[in-house]
């Protein structure tokens, strides 16, 4: 009998392409396994990297913590203790070059070298007919008029900080120009006023009557901190502050050589206290007894800002410190500025 063998051929060629189909699959699987473990180790490199950048800027922070205990230790031995920018915690530093390669920025910043809004929750009041308002209020309509360009009027600061008046007081009655829940609950994308102490200067963008334009003018001049006010370091204040001093009831900002004369007189031999800085001829003959009481030359308060840059990645840090006495502690940390 004649057997009749397989075709050897025909099963050689079945076997050769599920021997391909198989090294198609495992190749397939090969390459989506090498991407998920180089995403997935990717992202173990960032976060390793996140984190260190994250603790050179809390090391950078407590360096700063340290300069202003020793200002501080400094300021116990002196009669009259000041805080002012020929001190060591506000020299500008150089940057850190790092053992990875990257780079470390840190800076201090007095709060009390600034406006701080939190003052405008007080409210206006009418008198004769006449609108009075708070010193720091007139020293907020001063400061609109002077730092935005194109200048506003009179009115419309005037208007710009009974809003942000509005926005921080506990009321829910609109001042005159200003706004409460029912003006912001009829904007395209509503929401309501806070009516609380401002928490982060971000909020004067959410404020009526505030553009992106007179945002920016404001924010290198402005804060938040603390959320009860206190005084305005003359020892630290940017030149265009100045411009806010003017004698009570007085809405019109001194002139820009006005303020260059006292940044010159303070650079040259320094102020010995308020009332030094106030006996200068520019404000000879002016009543300035409410404006006198919001002014001081020391703080509690200051802002460190640090920057890192490490293996391309960035990273920010704004810390809020306080000081009392000798004792200084980190309040809040954020990485947008506060």
Not at 114 to 122: K, S, Y
Not at 233 to 248: G, S
Not at 275 to 290: A, C, R, V, W, Y
Request: aromatic content about 8%; overall charge negative.
């Amino acid at each position: 009998m004649k057997m009749i063998l397989p075709n050897s051929k025909k099963h050689s060629g079945a076997a050769l392409i599920l021997a391909m189909l198989i090294f198609s699959v495992s190749a397939a699987l090969l390459v989506v396994t090498q991407k998920s473990y180089s995403i997935f180790f990717q992202k173990m490199a960032n976060s390793i990297i996140r984190e260190q950048a994250y603790e050179y800027l809390l090391g950078a922070e407590e360096l700063a913590v340290l300069a202003l205990m020793l200002d501080a230790r400094k300021d116990s031995t002196l009669e009259q203790p000041r805080d002012d920018l020929r001190e060591f915690w506000a020299q500008a530093t150089m940057p850190y070059t790092l053992d990875e390669g990257g780079v470390l920025f840190g800076s201090i910043e007095d709060l009390s070298g600034r406006f701080n809004l939190n003052h405008l929750a007080h409210n206006s009041i009418t008198e004769a007919g006449a609108k009075k308002f708070s010193s720091p209020q007139e020293q907020f309509i001063r400061l609109i008029q002077c730092v935005t360009s194109p200048s506003l009027s009179v009115s419309q600061a005037i208007e710009v900080t009974e809003a942000i008046g509005d926005w921080i007081d506990f009321d829910k009655e609109p001042r005159s120009g200003g706004a409460e829940d029912m003006w912001y609950g009829g904007q395209q994308l509503p929401y309501r006023a806070a009516n609380r102490s401002m928490a982060s200067i971000s909020e004067l963008r959410l404020v009526r009557h505030i553009t992106p334009q007179i945002y920016e003018q404001l924010l290198p001049l402005v804060t938040v901190w603390p959320r009860k006010p206190g005084l305005m370091n003359i020892h630290t204040i940017a030149q265009p502050l100045f411009r806010t001093f003017n004698e009570d009831g007085d809405l019109t900002p001194l002139s820009e050589e006005d303020a260059r004369i006292l940044i010159t007189e303070r650079q040259d031999v320094g102020f010995n206290d308020v009332d030094s800085m106030l006996e200068n001829p520019i404000f000879q003959g002016k009543t300035l007894t409410e404006l006198k009481s919001f002014l001081g030359t020391s703080t509690r308060y200051f802002r460190f800002s640090g920057n890192v840059e490490l293996e391309g990645l960035e990273m920010d840090l704004h810390s809020i410190l306080e000081r009392s006495g000798q004792r200084v502690g980190t309040l809040t940390r954020s990485s947008i500025p506060l």
